[in-house]
């Protein structure tokens, strides 16, 4: 079965850091191209992160630029996400997104960042 | 102004048609871009429905029905989102993405209610 399972979020106070994971399984990690994608509570979906198959290709929304950094590890089947300077808007629901022809076809069950002093 | 912009909510009735606009930000032209629809039903998490650029170059997602469909309109620089046939199961949000600047850039999605 393809999954993705992501782990990481919790409570962090603004300023802190977080360092969000996605388990890849079902299919060949190292040949898809993933993306980061949050949703804030009541709210619609926002794009954070973009990362290629091999990891050589990072692109990032204005709004996380500087202070996030995506990484990926394909012997492990594993996506990342290092989140610094957390601030109250970073507050979301975090999905790991796989793209496969530039389609957003598995999207894991999210991990929740609450970001409150 | 923003990349993709869509109205908050539409309602329409069981059996009637919904159609959903997506507004492409002006000096960006529709019909030159592939412009992705997502649905997400509540509680549940986003699911692709459909691409489409033109007549010759779209995309149905896997198991969505042909009553769902695509299209644009040049004259309101809109990529437009149709759904026939309304089933009570069709209420949810749906999302228009693109991909811009090296990067996805979702509307802000729109709220169908059938009622």
């Known amino acids: 079965e393809v999954q993705l399972v992501e782990s990481g979020g919790g409570l962090v106070q603004p300023g802190g850091s977080l360092r969000l994971s996605c388990a890849a399984s079902g299919f060949t990690f190292s040949s898809y191209e993933m993306n980061w994608v949050r949703q804030a509570p009541g709210k619609g979906l926002e794009s954070v992160s973009y990362?290629?198959?091999?990891?050589?290709?990072?692109s990032y929304a204005d709004s996380v630029k500087g202070r996030f950094t995506i990484s990926r590890d394909n012997a492990k089947n594993s996506l990342y996400l290092q989140m610094n300077s957390l601030r109250a808007e970073d507050t979301a629901v975090y999905y790991c997104?796989?793209?496969?022809?530039?389609?957003?076809?598995?999207w894991g069950q999210g991990t929740m960042v609450s970001v409150s002093s | 102004q923003p990349v993709l912009t869509q109205p908050t909510s539409l309602s329409a009735s069981p059996g009637a048609s919904a159609r959903f606009t997506c507004t492409v930000r002006s000096g960006i032209t529709v019909d030159t871009y592939r412009i992705y629809w997502y649905q997400q039903r509540p509680g549940s998490l986003p699911r692709y429905l459909l691409r489409y650029k033109s007549d010759s170059d779209k995309h149905q997602g896997s198991g969505v029905p042909s009553r769902f469909s695509g299209s644009n309109d040049a004259s309101t620089n809109a990529a437009l989102l149709l759904i026939s046939g309304l089933q009570s199961e069709d209420e949810a949000d749906y999302y228009c993405?693109?991909?811009?600047?090296?990067?996805?850039?979702f509307g802000g999605g729109t709220k169908l209610i059938v009622l």
């Open positions: 997104v796989r793209e496969f022809g530039a389609i957003l076809d598995i």
């Open positions: 993405a693109i991909w811009y600047s090296s990067t996805w850039v």
């Open positions: 990362i290629s198959d091999s990891g050589s290709t990072l």
